[in-house]
Structures are given as structure tokens and as C-alpha cells.
């Protein structure tokens, strides 16, 4: 038998182009500087990669987009693991499910599902990764009506500590695939996910713009509808300071506006009818208020959808702050527009509620570590960091923010949306973290992956 020799692997120390190249991540603001990083596409180079930091006593941190970046523990005397996509994204059309391989990020996806009459859990943006996104939760433009990004995962392939390839699913190590599905990570190296996907024929999105002059009737208009609205809908309002610069409407940098962005689904061709009421129930009443700067609410492909929310596509620096919230009151609504509407001296570009119930409150069966949430919207917020300055300014407002709603917050929070590592976080109840630090024990003994697990999600470290 002919012995398989290890891939080469580019090890890349700080000042070396291809450890410029493997460290690049999407937040500007939120650099990440291991002693050592490397850029692989393949399980057998993951693997590779992995024995080596063993070998040289480094801790191991996989990196895909660099989207949570400043959410991440120091990376020093860590060996930063790039994953890149070995091949394109596996479409299996009839068992509707679709295989990723790490790396991907969701606008492939979201295409390649697309061409099938099929779409994902996806979030707002096509440039993250798929794997981070997912197994930390992932709060997506259809989750009330498909739940938890990680409730839609199917399998994991990965590699662990000790260099093992392992596949876990629901009949495959159970307990290790329960607690991939937001356990906190620190339990190997993605190389794969199998997700399900769902059918959509069209879809209405979009986002609509108005002064925010108009925030108070916006506002509150917009929370009396969440209370009993359909889960084929979701929804975000946010107050948005947006900068003049390319891309941007000019009619939308003149001052705040409030923008409402969303997705109503039409899961089948006969249902287009039933959406258009939906999506007329929600903005109907809005639009009343004042005719909009900007509408481009329509009926669309499901891959407009991740152009709706208009997300970044390029890299930018941001600072921010991420609170889960209960039901707002009469009060919360006037705290928020207090703190950051219309003749606040708020320096962020964009403060959002994103709406949650429906499936995001469910229970699903064999769930994942986290499954569900128990709040009425996530609240998130941001600005730009230009300068020392303006990053001091932006972390003294939100701390302004979270104490001002602070009765509304529900002292939970979601992965994907935490903006600093600093901030409290509490995803998983002491039970699940007990649970999920048995896994760690069993599949990373040694706590090679020990320093890719966020505060409050183990007892270990």
C-alpha cells in the first residue's frame, strides 16, 4: 500500500503576504493577530494544519469571513486556520438539502438553492460565512417561519484535535452534533455542513425610507403589528445615519431616516395572493403615515432578498452593542427614539430591532444546544470607526442605550449578533453549558480549541 503523504501547507508568520491574505476579516475596526495562520480548502489540509499547531504548542482558531472579529478572544499564540471552499455548493434538489463546504460564504448558496425553487436559513448578508453563521445560532430574513439558522442543520463533518474525521448527525454522535448547533464552539475544524432547505416560489422584499421626523408614528405603528403578525413574515425597522458616499441614495443622507426592511414568503406559486395582503397589512398602515423617501418593496427572486437589508458588501469598521429585548411598551418605544431618532446626538449609522417570535420561539424537535429564543426583537446597533475618537464615542452611546433599556432587556443574547467581546453574553442556560463541556472533554481533551469558545459558553475555561 502506498503511504499518503500530508499536503504542504503555507504556515505564514505575521509580515508574510499569505498571512495577510489568511487574516483578513471583515470588520476593519476588529484585526485579528495570531503568531501564525494558513489558508486551507480541503479536509487533509485541515487536518494537517491541525497536527501542526499541536506539534508547536499553539492553540487552534478557525476564520472564514472575519464577520465576528470583534467578538473573538486575542489570537495570540494561535494558529488561525482559514477555511476556503474545497468545491462548490451540492445541491440535492429532491431530499431538499443542501451540502456547503466550509469556506462558503451565503450569497453561493442562496444561488445555487435558487436554481431549485429552494432557499436556506440565510441572514441579511451574502458575504458571511455559512459555518459561523449557523452553528452560532444564525437569526435569519425567514426565521419566524423557519426558526434558528442551526435548527436547519443537517449534519457536520470536522476535524478534531487529535486530527480525526468525524461526521456527526442525529444518528451519528448526537450528543457532539447537539452541541455544534450553538454549544459555543471549541470543538474542532468545520469541513462540511448538510443543511435543509425549503421551497419559495417568490418572495415580497425590500426596504422602505421616511424621515425620521416620522419615527414616533413609524415605530409605533410597526410594534403593534409584531405582536400578531404571520410567521411568513420577518421584519427589521431601524433609525439609519447614513453617510454620503457611492452607492448610498442621496435622498438618504440629508439626516436620520427610519427604514423598514423584510421578507414575506410565498412558499408556493398559489400563495403570491396571500402575501400580497400580508405584505400590504404591514405596510400599508406605514406608508399612511408619510409617503416614503424610497420604496422598493416587490415581488421578487428569493436572491433579492440578501440585497434588501443593504448590507456592507465590502469590508468596513464597526463598533457596536447587541441586547435581546422583550415587548416593547409605549415607554420602550420613546427610550429608543429618545436615545436614537430623530434630535439624539447618536453617533451610529444604524440602530435596528429585527423581529423574532413565530419559529424563532419554538421548540423544535432535537434542537441543538441553542434552539430557540425567547424575546420579541434583537436589538443591534453600530458606527462607524473612523478614528480613536469615534470609536470612544460610539461605545459610550451604546452604553447610554443598553442602560436606558435595560427593563426591556432580557439578560440573553445571540451569537451572531454580539458586536464586542466585553459585552455580557448568555446564550445557554448552566444545564446546556454543563452538557456542551462534556463534549469538549471527550473530542478536545487537552483545550487545543479552548480560546474559539465565547464568555459564558464554559465552565472549563
Not at 463534549?439 to 465565547?454: E, L, S, T, W, Y
Request: glycine share 10%.
Amino acid at each position: 500500500m502506498t503511504r499518503t503523504e500530508p499536503p504542504a501547507l503555507t504556515i505564514a508568520r505575521p509580515g508574510q503576504a499569505p498571512f495577510a491574505a489568511a487574516t483578513a476579516v471583515f470588520n476593519l475596526a476588529a484585526p485579528v493577530r495570531p503568531a501564525a495562520a494558513v489558508t486551507v480548502r480541503t479536509a487533509e489540509e485541515v487536518r494537517a494544519a491541525v497536527r501542526h499547531a499541536v506539534s508547536e504548542r499553539l492553540w487552534v482558531r478557525p476564520l472564514t469571513s472575519g464577520h465576528a472579529s470583534s467578538s473573538a478572544r486575542p489570537m495570540r499564540d494561535s494558529l488561525l486556520i482559514r477555511t476556503e471552499p474545497a468545491g462548490p455548493v451540492e445541491i440535492d434538489a429532491a431530499a431538499r438539502t443542501a451540502r456547503v463546504p466550509a469556506g462558503t460564504r451565503w450569497g453561493a448558496v442562496v444561488e445555487a438553492a435558487a436554481g431549485h425553487g429552494l432557499a436556506a436559513a440565510h441572514g441579511t448578508s451574502a458575504t458571511v460565512g455559512v459555518v459561523g453563521y449557523l452553528l452560532r445560532g444564525g437569526i435569519g430574513v425567514y426565521g419566524r417561519h423557519t426558526g434558528l439558522g442551526a435548527n436547519t442543520v443537517r449534519a457536520v463533518e470536522l476535524v478534531t484535535a487529535d486530527g480525526a474525521m468525524l461526521r456527526a448527525d442525529a444518528t451519528s454522535d448526537p450528543e457532539l452534533f447537539w452541541a455544534l448547533r450553538g454549544g459555543g464552539g471549541g470543538f474542532g475544524v468545520v469541513t462540511a455542513v448538510e443543511i435543509e432547505l425549503f421551497p419559495v416560489a417568490r418572495v415580497i422584499t425590500g426596504a422602505a425610507f421616511w424621515p425620521a421626523a416620522h419615527g414616533p408614528e413609524l415605530f409605533t405603528r410597526w410594534v403593534h403589528w409584531t405582536r400578531d403578525a404571520p410567521s411568513t413574515v420577518t421584519t427589521a425597522l431601524r433609525v439609519m445615519n447614513l453617510p454620503n458616499v457611492p452607492g448610498i441614495p442621496p435622498q438618504l443622507t440629508g439626516g436620520p431616516v427610519v427604514c423598514l426592511t423584510g421578507t414575506v414568503l410565498g412558499l408556493t406559486g398559489h400563495d403570491e395572493a396571500t402575501a400580497r395582503q400580508r405584505a400590504e397589512d404591514l405596510l400599508g398602515p406605514l406608508r399612511a403615515v408619510a409617503e416614503p423617501l424610497l420604496d422598493t418593496w416587490g415581488v421578487a427572486a428569493p436572491p433579492a432578498v440578501v440585497d434588501a437589508h443593504m448590507d456592507p458588501p465590502d469590508p468596513v469598521p464597526v463598533a457596536g452593542d447587541h441586547l435581546l429585548l422583550s415587548s416593547l411598551d409605549a415607554d420602550g418605544v420613546d427610550t429608543f427614539l429618545r436615545l436614537l431618532g430623530e434630535g439624539s446626538d447618536s453617533p451610529l449609522v444604524n440602530a435596528e430591532l429585527r423581529q423574532l417570535g413565530g419559529a424563532f420561539a419554538a421548540h423544535p424537535p432535537n434542537g441543538g444546544a441553542l434552539s430557540r429564543l425567547d424575546a420579541a426583537f434583537a436589538f443591534t446597533a453600530g458606527g462607524l470607526v473612523t478614528d480613536p475618537g469615534a470609536r470612544a464615542a460610539i461605545e459610550a452611546h451604546c452604553a447610554k442605550v443598553r442602560s436606558a433599556l435595560a427593563p426591556w432587556d432580557t439578560g440573553w443574547t445571540a451569537p451572531t449578533l454580539v458586536e464586542r467581546l466585553d459585552q455580557p453574553q448568555r446564550h445557554l442556560t448552566p444545564e446546556a453549558v454543563a452538557r456542551a463541556d462534556g463534549v469538549r472533554r471527550r473530542v478536545d481533551p487537552a483545550g487545543v480549541f479552548r480560546h474559539d469558545i465565547p464568555p459564558g459558553a464554559s465552565a472549563r475555561y
